[in-house]
């Protein structure tokens, strides 16, 4: 007769595995939305910022539209920033940008959002994520609230899953305390950890570079995978016994990650408040979304009612701690060359 005990760590071994799987083939983040940033300068004069990850998907072609009437002046500059490459060039608009239509198209096959943003001469300033359904903005008049609050919200829901190095922590809390309350208090936790260094960042209080942070995420990963090959040998570990507070330094870390990420699109003037809630807001959505179907799909391998062997129970903490360590080694290596 199959026990409760075996019957869960099977579970929760075939879930870690195949999370790990599905993390292996694809980046830790995927989070690079394009940029298109219009500013009005004066005399029919309009300065051009258009950013594009390095990394595409195969066979995307995102290109920016402009006004058919606006003439280009002098040639593109193209640096390389972050993990990105910006081109930066002028072009002369007759009359400004106001009624006009701008936008980008080629978004359906990159598989991305753009963030559009535009600096009106008055001093009013609009932003808009374009979308498959809505490629383009028509100059008028600001962007209403909702606006803002959709389009960063929805950047977060896609940052945190798109980001298997998070999930995978997230992944790994689960594992560690099971469901229920306990769960509910340390997820709550990272959260809060997160949430905090994320405004901190963003506002610019605190300052530390972006491929350390990425390195230490990556750390933390592989701690935690270390925390559940102990729980998997019948060991009280050091993060069983103070398991809120563990996630919730861990969580300030995560926050640095995520801010990296929401400064790579800015934040727009004048509604920069809602727009870090609205992204704050889309990654707890996200990362509960998330938890959920943990949960349901850890419940639904229970009704298989199968024993597992005693070494199952490790398998979650060997996939995770082999992932992480992947990741560490990749981004010291990148930190690197770098330097």
Sequence with gaps: MTTWRSRTLGAAAWLATLCCLVAASANAHQFAPALLALQELGEDRVSVRWKQPSVRVMGSNLQPVLPVDCVGIGEPRVIREGTGMVATWLISCRDGLLGRSIGVEGIPSSRADVLLRIGLLDGRSL???????????????????MGVFRGYAGLGVEH???????????LGLVL???????????????TTGHSLTLALAVLGLVKFPQAPIEAAIAASIYLLAVELACKGIGKVSLMERWTWSIAGLFGLLHGLGFAGALSEVGLPAGDIPLALFAFNVGI???????????????RGTLSLRTEWPVWVSRAPAYGIGTLAVFWFCERVTGILLAS
């Design 284 to 298: 707890e959505v996200g990362q509960l979304l998330f938890v959920a179907l943990v949960l349901v799909l850890w």
């Design 127 to 145: 932003s808009q994520v374009l979308t498959p359904e809505q490629p383009s903005l028509t100059v008028n008049e600001k962007a209403g609230s």
């Design 176 to 190: 560690l305390v099971g469901w229920g309350r306990r769960l509910l208090w340390t997820v709550t936790a990272f």
């Design 160 to 170: 945190i899953l798109t980001g298997w190095d998070h999930l995978l922590f997230v």
